[in-house]
Structure formats: C-alpha cells, structure tokens
C-alpha cells in the first residue's frame, strides 16, 4: 500500500502521459525489458494477474513527474483493463507497488546506482535490477533486494525471487538475430526459460522428429506387408 500524502481529487490514467517522453538513449533499453516480457506472455500465459511495463511511467502523486525504468513487473494487478491497454502505470489507481523493476545502464549515466536506488526504496519496490553491458570490473548483473526499507545486493546468477516464482539472470544467446549477453528468466533449479523464438525452433524440431518415426514406422510395416494407411 502506498504512504504517500495524496490530494483529494486524482487524475486518472488515461489523463497523464504514459512516460516523460525522454527518448531511450540505447536500443538495448528497449530490447532487453521486451525480451523479458515476452517470455512472460508465453510462460504466464493463462494468467491475468500480472502486468510488465516496458518504458513506460509510473506515477506515485498527481504533481510530480513519473519515475519510467525501462522495465517493471506488478503482481496482483489486472493484466489488461481492456483493449486499450494501460497508458501509464498510477499508484493510487493500481493500488499495487511494482514488484520488480529494471534500469539498463545507458552511456549517459542517470544515477542507476545511487538516486534511484532512493527512490525505487522509497516506493517499495522489492527488487531493484541494474544492468550495464559496460561494466568490467563489476558484475555487469546487479540484483538488489529490499530488507529493512534498504536494498541489499543478492548474489548468484541467476538470482531467485521467491516472491515473484521465478529467477533473473545473464547469458549469451541470440535474440532479433543478435548474439550477445542478453537478461532471461529461470526456474527454480537454475534452467532458462526459452524465448519464444527458440520455442517454435523447438516445436520445429519436435514435429520433424515425429515425421521420421512415423515414416520408419510406415517402412517396417510395408516389409511386414503391411499397409500403414489400413491401420485405423
């Protein structure tokens, strides 16, 4: 629930901009939250109790401007209100704080490690993620919990985020035709879930599999002198 002081009459959602119209400084800003949301559209598929926001703002009192990480992950909030979709994610209309949200690190630094930090604590969110292909030094993959109204940074790769059923984590793969580090979600036991791409390749796989048994199949039951196309 939210602490904050909030005037009497609120605007609603469809009434405030869906972000501060700041253009992404990097591709990857875009990319690497899409990707994560369209593993979840498969895997949450029959759920409707989950929304994940993709640069767009979210809004915790009418006067000030939004805070719009690239990605965020709510649960227990309507997937879709109807066709039209949410044009921004308001507080005090949502009544549920984001679970998770996301900052991919641009060249133009915007204080991921440090204000935002303030902020996201502020609100309560309980998982901070920061990443930063940049990064040599440090893990290019931050996770930090919220314990005490203080982020702490989690360890492992992937991390596992029991309140939400699921872990987040880095590795190379292949997405839009590019190869190279990319964010991903995993199970309990530590296995990346696919991507939708790499899930119809499987499908692919899978049915061309089937076609070669049933044509071994057919060619063993003609040397018995059996018609495969009589077997009912």
Same mark, same amino acid.
């Given at each position: 629930m939210l602490n904050f002081h909030l005037p009497r009459y609120l605007p609603s959602a469809e009434e405030l901009p869906d972000s501060d119209e700041t253009p992404v400084d990097n591709e990857l800003q875009e990319l690497i939250p899409g990707l994560l949301k369209s593993i979840l559209l498969i895997l949450w598929a029959e759920r409707m109790d989950w929304f994940f926001g993709v640069n767009m703002g979210i809004y915790y009192h009418p006067d000030e401007l939004p805070i719009v990480p690239d990605g965020f992950l709510s649960l227990g909030v309507e997937r879709c209100y109807d066709e039209e979709l949410r044009p921004s994610y308001v507080l005090w209309d949502e009544n549920v704080v984001p679970i998770l949200v996301l900052e991919v690190v641009s060249p133009n630094y915007r204080k991921e490690y440090s204000i935002k930090l303030d902020e996201y604590a502020d609100l309560g969110v309980?998982?901070? /993620?920061? +990443?930063?292909? *940049? !990064?040599? !030094?440090?893990? *290019? #993959?931050? /996770?930090?919990?919220? /314990? $005490?109204?203080? +982020?702490? #940074?989690?360890?492992? $790769?992937? /991390?596992?985020?029991?309140?939400?059923?699921?872990?987040?984590?880095?590795?190379q793969g292949n997405y839009g035709g590019l190869n190279r580090e990319w964010l991903y979600w995993y199970d309990s036991e530590g296995k990346r879930y696919l991507t939708p791409q790499e899930q119809v390749k499987e499908a692919e796989k899978r049915a061309q599999l089937a076609e070669v048994r049933s044509q071994k199949l057919a060619a063993k039951l003609q040397d018995l002198g059996i018609d495969p196309d009589q077997i009912q």
């Open positions: 309980r998982y901070y /993620v920061i +990443y930063s292909s *940049r !990064r040599r !030094r440090k893990p *290019r #993959l931050e /996770v930090h919990k919220l /314990v $005490n109204g203080k +982020y702490e #940074l989690q360890t492992g $790769n992937p /991390v596992w985020l029991p309140e939400i059923g699921l872990g987040i984590g880095s590795e």
